[in-house]
């Protein structure tokens, strides 16, 4: 910071500044501005424009990774919309993590940082404690909770029996294995809830009191001052919430593998997605099945230009109204 | 002006890198070195050898991998254990370093012959007269596909009926079951509850997917068939399928799906010493050959026996024979130094003594004639009962597809969920089975 | 939300009082209940990594006697050294890159006009925004034909060229230092990359730090990207992935799978105490996390 001042005091006894304006100086900026940007558009270029297009190139083929991609149209995509057996379980798992779990996630963050904002207990023990979850690398947390779940002989269930409850199976029912993944995403809130327990601590403590002064009740000022304050945020955790559910992996892979207990000791990973009854098996596992267990790349590409296109319609949707994502606007 | 230099320098090297990348990025899974026209006579260098094997068993395969070193002297083999099917095919499609590699199943080969990612062996094996009669036709049949040998056998597995003695006799039973019906009946005297109604022990764990329930293996008890003889599936109009799965289905139900997979859940792992079946939860299992080495390493005081695996109740004439399946191996595409994998590939699959070695080491079964006669063949009772078993007629195989184990995938994909709750028309599900993996085999290999 | 405090009458305050107290209790009530539900799977998974492998596939909770040799014996099962070493390769290396590259290109958004600056921002934004799967194909050929799949390459070398969610963050970070201070240190002479280096990044601290350990936090917990690449060559496996790939190969000695958990979770929550204001602050500075 005080490196920062000096410049400051220093450019103050600086009166003209024409002298710098050259077509020399104009040029030397340019190039400075390009350098800096340079390894960021190779990036972009490399990483995202050029696969972007080859994956559209790839959909059209048959292509296996042995021998060179063989042209066959639309025959990938006349499978997939047509006669892929397990596509349309896979969109509707994911549909129910974007449209359930990231909701669901989001209220409860919010009601853990509105009651630390109550309490008083925005920092120090209880935020760290509500926090500290979220830390826990998912493999480590989805392992842990298929432990912790276990029907047999899982804690969750002990505790469950000792007070007369039957629990359920958890990971190994088809039924209960999403919620089960709910519960460990409520778990892990921990990032948006501090979040949103910063923005509620921004609220200006005078709108409360004009506020109240008013007359408004608690719900009305919820409404009218609380809400209205952190739209922004919980706009944000809900966009940045949607894209990951889009990509939902880690957890469900992990959360079959584990819980079905099979040795994998010839087969390999993809067989073991979606366990139990598929009820796991969201779509980018399935584009990895397809593409990385089975090594249909050319179909595999097919899934992820479908997988670009839906993403491409949300995010053209959510990024209009989301003041951060656009060049303008800082969060 | 010195570091905003450096700074354009990087770019540009990532440049000349990423554009090398991008042109090379279209021609993968690597060229190799072709077979020599002569066989060559004296082999030296490196060769890279991949398999599935892990803990014990690695440690045999590394023991007949260094008898061949030392007959060898100038070669050198590294070994990459426990390479599953998914891994090894990734790394032979990308061109890794990959020489030899031994698949777990016989799965593969359709897949890996008609996409070359295993080389056809053909030549090389007329060129240095390798017997091919010396394997079984059901060996011969699963090692290649379509007219193209791409892998050799390296041992057998072969699928029988585990029983524990104790548990039978203190229940009143001397012979193990030979029906599914009596399979049923001996598995409800053979089971124990708990105080709150749950189940302790089980006679027959009839949970499809769990340990070695697949369709692959008990299919046989009903003669079931997989594909037709144009390659397409042959499962919704099999006699034997709906057999098998009227009574799985129905035993399930009888114990209760929730009560049996809160059982199940509880488990051991398959290969860990907490095996079911080694710790005397399940009474009888359905299992392979290879456990009766696993029960002499981590259980060795445990009494049972075996015998082939029980038939449906309308086959059985059909009794006496099981499943079969192998481990095979293969020399990838982009091997460099295929010589060298096909003498170590002639080693493991011909030599009688490395066979009846890696037999006896794993519990495996033998697949040449000689190795199966020879004296130094270590067969326990329990063991004689698979070989017997590998020679039955009755005895059959899954057969290759280009998309490998696909369809079996399909169907038991399938029969798991369908065992939950098993309403709705049987044979139309079957025939969607067969349209699913009819299309799926379109999608990969059809005009 | 309601406030009572500092406007109660006069008149009400006894009452007000008893109110507010019974509301601290009531409050208090639920978040010790909850804290309790949120700690309980961290300790639950503690006592488990101290029980023998049959003990836990038993009723009893508390470990008797208590194992812990476990904690050693993660180590000879499996090469857990070389995976840690392989986690901090990955996470550091992929660090030190991603700052490399893309603090210069995160200033020049937030601080240089020049044309396409937009256009370039909203790529930015679709690139971190997008499903990484839909990329993965092309990318992975890519990799597999310079052979270095089975290795983390892969997912450490990109980062020299940048990465949008990191050049997100950082720009954002930068947006919020006044534009007075570098075009000051323009009229006083300094070239871009001065302005950068003398002004904008000492500045930028906090938020650098925190865009470091996001990226040090995604690298040390990735999964998708190590099964992709690393499968195949356990000699390259991060620690994430091991522990993954743990229950199946070693059964289901649950009391070494959770003593590995917990070896997992350590070094993450280690460096989350040591630098927790800045992980706070980088939080809730933008709004926007890993």
């Known amino acids: 910071m005080t490196a920062t001042a000096d410049v400051r005091q220093e450019t103050l006894g600086v009166q003209t500044a024409t002298a710098v304006r050259t077509p020399r100086y104009r040029l030397r900026r340019k190039l400075a501005t390009l350098a800096l940007l340079a390894p960021a558009l190779l990036g972009l270029l490399i990483f995202f424009v050029y696969p972007l297009i080859a994956s559209v190139y790839y959909s059209f083929t048959r292509y296996d990774l042995v021998s060179p991609p063989e042209w066959i149209g639309l025959r990938n995509y006349e499978y997939l919309f047509t006669k892929d057996p397990k596509v349309v379980i896979a969109a509707i798992n994911t549909f129910w993590f974007v449209s359930i779990m990231v909701p669901v996630k989001i209220i409860f963050a919010l009601l853990i940082a509105g009651l630390l904002a109550r309490a008083r207990a925005a920092s120090g023990f209880w935020r760290t404690l509500f926090y500290l979850p979220a830390l826990v690398p998912p493999v480590a947390s989805v392992v842990a909770f298929v432990f912790l779940f276990n029907p047999g002989t899982g804690p969750v269930n002990q505790v469950l029996r000792f007070f007369g409850i039957q629990g359920p199976l958890w990971f190994n029912d088809p039924a209960w294995s999403k919620p089960s993944l709910l519960l460990l995403a409520i778990w892990v809130m921990g990032d948006i809830m501090i979040i949103f327990l910063a923005a509620l601590l921004d609220v200006p403590r005078e709108q409360y009191e004009a506020a109240s002064l008013d007359g408004a009740n608690g719900v009305q000022q919820l409404r009218y001052v609380t809400f209205p304050n952190i739209t922004p945020v919980l706009l944000f955790a809900l966009v940045t919430g949607i894209i990951a559910a889009l990509q939902y992996f880690t957890e469900a892979a992990v959360a079959s593998g584990v819980a079905s207990g099979k040795a994998v000791v010839g087969e390999g990973t993809g067989n073991n997605l979606g366990y139990p009854g598929n009820s796991l098996l969201t779509y980018t596992e399935w584009l990895y099945v397809r593409g990385f267990s089975q090594y249909q790349l050319g179909y595999a590409s097919a899934l992820a230009v479908l997988l670009f296109v839906v993403s491409a319609v949300i995010l053209v949707l959510l990024l209009r109204r989301f003041k951060a994502f656009t060049p303008e606007g800082a969060a | ?447 | 939300m309601t406030t009572q405090t500092g406007l109660s009458k006069p008149g009400f305050a006894p009452s007000g009082l008893s109110r507010r107290g019974l509301y601290w209790v009531g409050e208090h009530a639920v978040l010790v209940a909850l804290g309790v539900l949120f700690i309980a799977p961290i300790v639950f998974v503690g006592l488990t990594s101290l029980m023998s492998s049959e003990q836990t596939l038993t009723a009893s909770l508390w470990p008797n006697p208590v194992q812990w040799s476990n904690y050693l014996n993660v180590f000879t099962q499996v090469p857990l050294l070389r995976w840690f070493a392989n986690s901090a390769l990955y996470a550091v290396l992929a660090t030190a890159f991603m700052l490399v590259s893309s603090v210069p290109a995160a200033y020049a958004l937030a601080k240089i006009k020049f044309p396409g600056s937009n256009l370039l921002f909203t790529a930015i934004i679709v690139a971190m925004l997008l499903p990484p799967q839909v990329t993965a194909i092309p990318v992975y050929v890519m990799w597999s034909g310079a052979g270095l799949t089975g290795t983390l390459w892969p997912l450490i070398l990109p980062n020299l060229l940048g990465d949008a969610f990191s050049i997100f963050l950082l720009r954002q970070f930068f947006l919020t230092i006044p534009k007075e201070y570098a075009d000051a240190a323009r009229v006083d002479g300094c070239t871009e990359f001065q302005v950068l280096t003398r002004v904008v990044i000492p500045m930028a601290k906090p938020g650098i730090a925190a865009t470091g350990i996001f990226m040090f936090f995604h690298s040390w917990n990735d999964y998708f990207g190590p099964l992709l690449y690393t499968s195949e060559n356990s000699d390259w496996w991060p620690v994430a992935y091991g522990l993954a790939s743990f229950r199946g190969i070693h059964g289901t000695d649950w009391g070494l799978t959770m003593a590995m958990t917990v070896l997992v979770m350590v070094p993450v929550v280690v460096i989350f105490f040591f630098a927790q204001r800045v992980f706070v602050e980088g939080i809730t500075m933008t709004g926007v996390k890993g």
């Open chain 2, 1 to 447: 002006m010195n570091k905003r230099i450096a700074r354009l320098h990087l770019p540009v090297m990532a440049l000349t890198a990423a554009s090398a990348l991008i042109l090379s990025g279209c021609t993968s899974g690597g060229s190799g070195s072709d077979f020599a026209t002569t066989t060559p006579t004296e082999l030296s260098g490196t060769v890279s050898f991949w398999h599935f094997f892990s803990d014990r068993e690695a440690d045999v395969i590394q023991s007949v991998v260094d008898d061949f070193e030392k007959a060898n002297p100038k070669v050198k083999v590294t070994v990459h254990p426990g390479q599953d099917d998914e891994k090894l095919r990734k790394a032979i499609s990308t061109g890794s370093n990959v020489d030899l590699g031994l698949s777990y199943s016989t799965d593969i080969v359709g897949n890996f012959c008609s996409t070359g990612a295993f080389r056809d062996l053909g030549d090389v094996i007329k060129r240095d007269n390798v017997d091919m009669n010396q394997f079984t036709d059901t060996v011969k049949s699963y090692t290649e596909f379509d007219g193209t040998r791409c892998s050799m056998p390296v041992l057998a597995d072969v699928y029988g009926l585990y029983y524990n003695k104790d548990l039978l006799s203190a229940a009143g039973f001397t012979e193990p079951p030979k029906t599914l019906g009596e399979l049923e009946t001996m598995a409800d005297a053979l089971t124990t509850y708990n105080a709150d109604g749950s189940i302790k022990t089980l006679g027959f764990n009839p949970t499809m997917g769990w340990y070695e329930n697949a369709p692959a293996h008990i299919g046989p008890a009903a003669g079931a068939e997989w594909l037709n003889a144009d390659g397409t599936s042959a499962i919704g109009t099999d006699a034997g399928w709906p057999d098998l799965i009227n009574w799985q289905t129905a035993y399930v139900q009888k114990i209760g799906w929730d009560k049996l997979n809160t059982f199940t859940s509880g488990l051991g792992q398959e290969f860990s010493a907490d095996n079911a079946f080694q710790t005397g939860q399940v009474a009888m299992n359905m299992d392979g050959e290879y456990r009766t080495a696993f029960i002499d390493d981590q259980a060795p005081k445990l009494n049972y026996g075996t015998a082939p695996f029980p038939t449906a109740d309308a086959h059985t004439d059909l009794y006496g024979g099981g499943y079969i399946t192998g481990n095979i191996a293969g020399i990838s595409k982009g091997s460099k130094n295929p010589e060298l994998a096909w003498a170590l590939m002639k080693y493991l699959t011909t030599d009688t003594a490395a066979v009846v070695k890696l037999s006896n080491g794993l519990k495996n079964v033998p697949t040449t004639h000689a190795a199966l006669t020879s004296s130094d063949l270590e067969v326990s009772p329990q063991f004689q009962t698979f070989l017997d078993i590998s020679e039955s007629e009755h005895t059959t195989t899954t057969p290759p597809s280009p998309v490998g184990a696909g369809y079996q995938q399909s169907f038991q994909d399938w029969w798991n969920i369908y065992q939950t709750d098993p309403s709705g028309d049987l044979s139309t599900a079957l025939t969607d089975i067969d349209k699913q993996i009819n299309d799926s085999i379109e999608l990969v290999s059809g005009p």
